[in-house]
Nanobody, 123 residues
Framework: QVQLVESGGGLVQAGGSLRLSCAPS????????MGWFRQAPGKEREFVAR????????DYADSVKGRFTISRDNAKNTMYLQMNSLKPEDTAVYYC????????????????WGQGTQVTVSS
């Protein structure tokens, strides 16, 4: 059973930065595409970013392009989400995910999920 553990969430002022980390426990996922989703209160969970197993291909939601950067360090079995120029509308629970497939971002459906980490951006 794969467990994904997120860390790095917190409270930050608008314009600030945070870096989220995600590491699996129980097994390595260096051959799996991984990504981030988020869910704001009262809204559906939405895709944020994803990265293929080698780190050579990334996709981003339009709302975070140019502000967020996804990366991974397979030697450390860890994925990251660097979030800059944060806005109040980025406030959400952020979920780490890993998948066995690589579909279009709009229909990509990961197989494994973390418990989520809260990101709150104050205005």
């Amino acid at each position: 059973q794969v467990q994904l553990v997120e860390s790095g969430g917190g409270l930050v002022q608008a314009g600030g930065s945070l870096r989220l980390s995600c590491a699996p426990s129980g097994r390595t996922l260096i051959r799996y595409p991984m990504g981030w989703f988020r869910q704001a209160p009262g809204k559906e969970r939405e895709f944020v970013a994803r990265i293929n197993w080698s780190g050579g291909i990334t996709d981003y939601a339009d709302s975070v392009k140019g502000r967020f950067t996804i990366s991974r360090d397979n030697a450390k079995n860890t994925m990251y989400l660097q979030m800059n120029s944060l806005k109040p509308e980025d406030t959400a629970v952020y979920y780490c995910a890993a998948a066995t497939g690589w579909d279009k971002p709009q229909t990509w459906s990961p197989d494994y999920w973390g418990q989520g980490t809260q990101v709150t951006v104050s205005s």
